[in-house]
């Protein structure tokens, strides 16, 4: 099925370059997957070598975003779900909300200046999109 909707496998390198507390991330993912399912990871890099990897869970910190999450998401344990609104893509100036989940993630070296993040799909049905990056000194 992944295969069918053309997204990337990975992406290799996200650029980061600072020292800091806690990432935001805004996503979601496409489909449902079993609870506890993963579908996804982000693996962050450090200047030092270290790496630390960061599962995408559906069900705990990533839900579906294609339908309402109202009627079709488990409770997302630790992402909270954020209504974004979305341009349109036909040239009005209209625009629709989409549901995507807010994630916090606190960084254990915060000392350490983190080089990039790597983004990396499980290659099932429910993809991970990630919308936004936040980073919190």
């Known amino acids: 099925y ?4 053309n997204f990337p496998e990975k992406i290799n390198s996200i650029p980061i370059q600072q020292i800091t507390r806690k990432l935001h991330f805004l996503h979601g993912c496409l489909w449902h997957e079993r609870l506890g399912g993963e579908i996804g990871k982000y693996v962050v890099r450090f ?8 599962p995408l869970k559906y069900g705990q910190n990533v839900g ?5 999450p109202k009627f079709s998401n ?6 909270t779900l954020v209504e974004v609104n979305l341009p349109s893509t036909n040239g009005n100036n209209n625009s629709s909300k989409q549901p995507f989940y807010h994630f916090e993630w606190t960084n254990p070296h915060p000392d350490q200046k983190i080089t990039f993040i790597e983004f990396h799909s499980a290659r099932r049905l429910s993809a991970p999109v990630l919308l936004g990056l936040t980073l919190e000194p």
């Open 2 to 5: 992944f295969h069918y909707l």
């Open 47 to 54: 200047e030092d070598g270290n790496t630390e990897s960061i």
């Open 64 to 68: 579906n975003i294609l339908v309402n």
């Open 74 to 79: 488990p409770d997302v344990e630790s992402a």
